[in-house]
Nanobody
Framework: QVQLVESGGGLVQAGGSLRLSCAVS????????MGWFRQPPGKEREFVAA????????YYADAVKGRFTISREIAKNTVYLQMNSLKPEDTAVYYC?????????????????WGQGTQVTVSS
């Protein structure tokens, strides 16, 4: 059984930083395309970042490029999303996803497994 558990969300002022964690069980992050998505209030879930396992490559949405960094720690089977220079428009529930199909890693339909989400709120 594959389980993804996100943590690290919270309330932060604009310009601040947060690091989200996604602890994975039942699947190795070293052999899975992993992604982060977010769902702002009243909007659809959208792609934020992804990391592929072979070759190891990272991808970012234009809105977060240069501010967010996705990474993985194989020993802990965990994926991270470091978020810097946060803006109020980054406010959303953030979701971790696993087993993304390479040609569909930018879409929600491209992933087989999801976490429960963690709330990030950025105040102005």
């Amino acid at each position: 059984q594959v389980q993804l558990v996100e943590s690290g969300g919270g309330l932060v002022q604009a310009g601040g930083s947060l690091r989200l964690s996604c602890a994975v069980s039942g699947r190795s992050v070293s052999r899975s395309n992993m992604g982060w998505f977010r769902q702002p209030p009243g909007k659809e879930r959208e792609f934020v970042a992804a990391i592929t396992w072979s070759p190891v490559t990272t991808y970012y949405a234009d809105a977060v490029k240069g501010r967010f960094t996705i990474s993985r720690e194989i020993a802990k089977n965990t994926v991270y999303l470091q978020m810097n220079s946060l803006k109020p428009e980054d406010t959303a529930v953030y979701y971790c996803a696993a087993d993304g199909r390479l040609r569909r890693i930018f879409t929600t339909a491209g992933y087989d497994f999801w976490g429960q989400g963690t709330q990030v709120t950025v105040s102005s």
